[in-house]
């Protein structure tokens, strides 16, 4: 059975900084791209920020500057690290990974709450 959870959300003022993460476990041969998306009430999940195994990044315009994804192929973990943060950055946010077993095969977290005041 293979789960990602997240780590790290919370409350923080506009400006502040927060550190999510993600762990992948079970039993899989390897984890190839990761990614953060995140959903705000009443609108679309959006990708924020994902990576290549090789460690390409890719980044929605809005967090462009802000945001920096990281991962540990050897702990098969992924941050995310925000600064600067923005009331529009108030989001549930969700760790995803394309995980290799016999395929592969995409999975999600649980989601994390941010929530950003002004």
């Known amino acids: 059975q293979v ?19 993600c762990a992948a476990s079970g039993s899989f041969f390897s984890v190839a ?28 315009e809005s967090v462009k500057g802000r945001f920096a994804i990281s991962r540990d192929n050897a702990k098969n973990t992924m941050n995310l690290q925000m600064n600067s943060l923005k009331p529009e950055d108030t989001a549930v946010y969700y760790c995803k990974a394309t995980i290799i077993t016999s395929r592969a095969l995409d999975y999600w977290g649980q989601g994390t709450q941010v929530t950003v005041s002004s």
Do not use: H
């Open 3 to 21: 789960q990602l959870v997240e780590s790290g959300g919370g409350l923080v003022q506009a400006g502040g900084s927060l550190r999510l993460s």
């Open 33 to 60: 791209a990761m990614g953060w998306y995140r959903q705000a009430p009443g609108k679309q999940r959006e990708l924020v920020a994902s990576i290549t195994r090789g460690g390409s990044t890719n980044y929605a």
